[in-house]
């Protein structure tokens, strides 16, 4: 186990005893956080077998979990200008400036989750300057190493130098695998294989248990007809891990798809691109 690693389990264990001995269960606020608009973006790119006809605008969002003390991204989004003048989002706000309508600073954030490392995920993780950065072991290990250096290319390459940096300031935390509480009432899990060691975690709340599914399963289509995601490196794990999304949330409308725009519908309040899940 890496140095990183270890201080991330370090930490994970000492915060859970802290909970444990105070005799409370950890329980957050989740917020999806709409920051652009990717316009009528093809949905047989997100559902496997689906209409290649079909348009959809998809939302990008990042989701705030706020509670015990900590104000925690899951996933940071993206900025740079290289990556707007390539897809031409609408409605863009940088990551950090949106989560301001719930009050909240870049420099507050305390945490961020990385799901996986693709650049609409990655590349805000500089916009938070005193963040911790949770991300799979070997999810980091398989895209690049220490120097940023690429070894897939599903990793942007300057995404890949920024996390490498982050990670010798000693910020990244690397999660060793399924199943891990990497801070008091939040849990990942891997196994939906967007990328080799993508990540989906879940939140206690008071409302009971919230998924966040990010491209592990990008629209709530892919739940409701069991429909693997387009973009996976196996259907049958993809699937798997939809399916367990839905034993680990209290209830179904309490997993939250990584790119549907129908989020903001479910969940109106309190309204303006941010979505209470509750």
């Known amino acids: 186990m890496t140095t990183a690693s270890s201080r991330a389990f370090v930490v994970a264990a000492v915060l859970g005893v802290a909970a444990t001995q105070a005799g409370t269960s950890p329980s957050y606020e989740v917020y999806a956080v709409r920051f652009a608009t990717l316009p009528r973006f093809s949905v047989s790119g997100l559902i496997l077998g689906a209409d ?54 870049p420099e507050d954030v305390t945490d961020v989750i990385i799901s996986h490392i693709h650049w609409d995920h990655l590349d805000g993780i500089d916009l938070f300057p005193r963040a911790r950065v949770w991300i799979q072991h070997e999810e980091f290990d398989h895209y690049l190493d220490s120097t ?27 999660v060793d695998g399924d199943g891990t509480e990497i801070i008091p009432g939040i849990t990942v899990y891997t196994g939906g294989k967007h990328t080799y060691a993508s990540q989906f975690a879940s939140v ?49 409308r309490f997993i939250v798809p990584g790119h549907d725009p129908e989020v903001f519908v479910r969940f109106p309040t309190p309204g303006n691109g941010v979505a209470q899940i509750r």
């Open 52 to 105: 290649t006809s079909r348009r959809m605008d998809l939302a990008m969002m990042v989701c705030l979990i706020k509670g015990e003390g900590r104000t925690i991204l899951f996933d940071a989004g993206f900025h740079r200008d290289d990556f707007i003048n390539r897809w031409h989002p609408a409605g863009f706000t940088v990551p950090s400036e949106a989560i301001g309508k719930l009050g909240v600073k």
């Open 148 to 174: 940023g250096a690429v070894r897939n290319r599903a990793i942007d390459a300057g995404d890949a130098k920024v996390l490498a940096g982050i990670a010798r300031a000693g910020r990244v935390m690397l």
């Open 204 to 252: 206690k709340t008071a409302a009971g248990t919230v998924v966040l599914a990010s491209d592990n399963a990008y629209l709530y289509e892919n739940l409701a007809r069991h429909r693997p995601i387009a973009q996976t490196l196996d259907s049958a794990s993809n699937l798997q891990a939809q399916m367990r999304m839905a034993s680990l949330a209290s209830e179904p």
